[in-house]
């Protein structure tokens, strides 16, 4: 599923025109962004959290020449998936 599709989708759900179901998802998914970026959790009750992790510096490998290459320390994003909607995909 895309995301016109998961636009069509709510908009089903909801009743609603897709206009006003893409401007309620743009602004939850800008809100979440803005939140994890801030270093704030995101948690939604039965669906999962978003939350903003480091990941530490560490040593890969260029996969066409074979040479090493040192990958520097980043800040990622990460979703943990809630009880419930693991239990769903059971």
Do not use: Y
């Not at 009750?45 to 260029?62: D, L, P, V, Y």
């Amino acid at each position: 599923m895309n995301k016109a599709q998961l636009i069509e989708a709510v908009a089903k759900n909801a009743k609603t025109t897709k206009v006003d179901a893409e401007m309620i998802l743009n602004a939850a998914l800008d809100t979440i962004k803005k939140s994890v970026k801030k270093g704030d959790d995101v948690t939604l009750i039965g669906f999962g959290t978003f939350t903003k992790t480091k990941r530490k510096a560490r040593m890969g490998r260029n996969p066409q020449t074979g040479k090493e290459i040192k990958i520097p320390a980043m800040t990622v994003p990460k979703f943990r998936p809630g009880r419930e909607f693991k239990n769903i995909l059971r």
